[in-house]
Nanobody, 124 residues
Framework: QLQACGGGVVQPGGSLRLSCGAS????????IGWFRQAPGKEREAVSG????????YYADSVKGRFAIFKDNSKNMAYLQMNSLKPEDTAVYFC???????????????????WGQGTLVTVSS
């Protein structure tokens, strides 16, 4: 089971850190993806990280602003979001991935276990 948290309301230019915790299995051996879904839009991949943390992926829209990382000692994965924009407003989900390739967007169909989603609202 995965649980995502850390969403909230933030002003444009602000920062949030989303957390993804696992119970029942070890995230150290899992590739992780972060996805988001804005109202009326399809779920899209935001970022991904390989199980060994060697490779990452970022959507062009968040490159340079978001950072994905894991803390295996805490069995957690994170998405650090900086310089947030109103267009980043969405429900964010974490998921374990069936497979992951460097610089390749994770797919929704490739997600195995999903967190419940956490809402990020960027508004002044």
């Amino acid at each position: 089971q995965l649980q995502a948290c850390g969403g909230g309301v933030v002003q444009p230019g602000g920062s949030l850190r989303l957390s993804c915790g696992a119970s029942g299995f070890n995230l150290a051996y899992q590739a992780i993806g972060w996805f988001r879904q804005a109202p009326g839009k399809e779920r899209e991949a935001v970022s991904g990280i390989s199980s060994t943390e060697t490779f990452t992926y970022y959507a062009d829209s968040v490159k340079g602003r978001f950072a994905i990382f894991k803390d295996n000692s805490k069995n957690m994965a994170y998405l650090q979001m900086n310089s947030l924009k109103p267009e980043d407003t969405a429900v964010y989900f974490c998921a374990t991935l069936r497979s992951f390739k460097a610089n390749t967007a994770p797919t929704v169909s490739g997600g195995i276990y999903w967190g419940q989603g956490t809402l990020v609202t960027v508004s002044s």
